[in-house]
């Protein structure tokens, strides 16, 4: 990865409009978001202490990635979806329990998956998407 360029981006809006934050990024036509994006995401549809890269796929209801896709017109980008589920059965709003702050358990449950979504993103950022895929998705 030290002989590729790489750029962070966070967006500052609200998640259902994370696609503005990748606009200016549509003005280089060297740019293909199936070969230069991944998106790091949480996902509720998977378990906690889990995460999955994809190579494209739907939002699956998620607005930050609807966002994206508007954006891109296109779903062909790379994501890596972080596991918060399953909802829990007390969880009256999904947006309220997506917002709400970890328990000690679940930052704790996180904090095991820091070094090999890590290393995943480091083997999307060399490998590709699909040799990544095969190495990190278990």
């Not at 293909?32 to 796929?57: E, I």
């Not at 329990?97 to 090999?116: C, H, I, M, N, Q």
Request: zero cysteines; charged letters at 30%.
């Amino acid at each position: 990865m030290a002989d590729r360029p790489v750029r962070l981006i966070k967006p500052q809006t609200y998640m259902n409009r994370s696609g503005a934050a990748l606009a200016p990024l549509l003005a280089d036509p060297a740019f293909d978001p199936s070969r230069d994006l991944l998106v790091l995401v949480d996902d509720v549809a998977t378990l906690a202490g889990k995460f999955r890269l994809r190579g494209a796929g739907s939002s699956g209801g998620h607005n930050g990635l609807k966002s994206i896709e508007g954006t891109l017109r296109r779903q062909d980008y790379a994501r890596l979806r972080i596991g918060i589920g399953p909802l829990p059965a007390e969880a009256a709003d999904l947006a309220d329990y997506v917002l709400g702050e970890f328990s000690r358990d679940e930052r704790a449950t996180l904090d095991t998956l820091l070094d090999p979504m890590a290393d995943a993103v480091e083997g999307w950022a060399a490998e590709g998407i699909e040799r990544a895929m095969s190495r990190f998705n278990r």
